[in-house]
C-alpha cells in the first residue's frame, strides 16, 4: 500500500509564495511520474503539474506555467511543488498522486492516477 502525505499548504497574500511537499512510501517511487492536482468546492479535480520518473520532463496547466515549479527527489521519496505570484484564484485543496503504471507519457486526467494524498489547503488572500 503506497502512502502519499502532503504538507507546506497555508495562508499567503496575492503575490506570495509557499512550498508545498509529498512524502510518498514505498521503494518503488522513482518508476512512478507524480502529478499535483487541486480541487474548489463543487469543482472537478483540476490538473496542475507533472513530472516525469526521472524528474527531467515536465509538464503544466496554462493557468500555473511560468508560476509554479514542480520537481522530485528520488533518494527522499519526496515530490514538490513550488509557487510563486500566488493569486486568489490559486486558492483550493491541493492534492499529490501517483501516476498509473505504463503511461508513457505524463497525463492530466485524474483516472490515471492510483494513489492520491489527503490534501493540503492553500489560501490566498487578496
Known amino acids: 500500500q503506497v502512502q502519499l502525505v502532503e504538507s507546506g499548504g497555508g495562508l499567503v497574500q496575492a503575490g506570495g509564495s509557499l512550498r508545498l511537499s509529498c512524502a510518498a512510501s514505498g521503494r518503488t517511487f522513482s518508476t512512478y511520474a507524480m502529478g499535483w492536482f487541486r480541487q474548489t468546492p463543487g469543482k472537478e479535480r483540476e490538473f496542475v503539474a507533472a513530472?516525469?520518473?526521472?524528474?527531467?520532463?515536465?509538464y503544466y496547466a496554462d493557468s500555473v506555467k511560468g508560476r509554479f515549479t514542480i520537481s522530485r527527489d528520488n533518494a527522499k521519496n519526496t515530490v514538490s511543488l513550488q509557487m510563486n505570484s500566488l493569486k486568489p484564484e490559486d486558492t483550493a485543496v491541493y492534492y499529490c498522486?501517483?501516476?498509473?503504471?505504463?503511461?508513457?507519457?505524463?497525463?492530466?486526467?485524474?483516472?490515471?492516477?492510483?494513489?492520491w494524498g489527503q490534501g493540503t489547503q492553500v489560501t490566498v488572500s487578496s
Open positions: 498522486a501517483r501516476q498509473e503504471h505504463g503511461r508513457v507519457r505524463l497525463t492530466t486526467t485524474p483516472l490515471t492516477y492510483d494513489y
Open positions: 513530472i516525469s520518473r526521472s524528474g527531467g520532463t515536465t
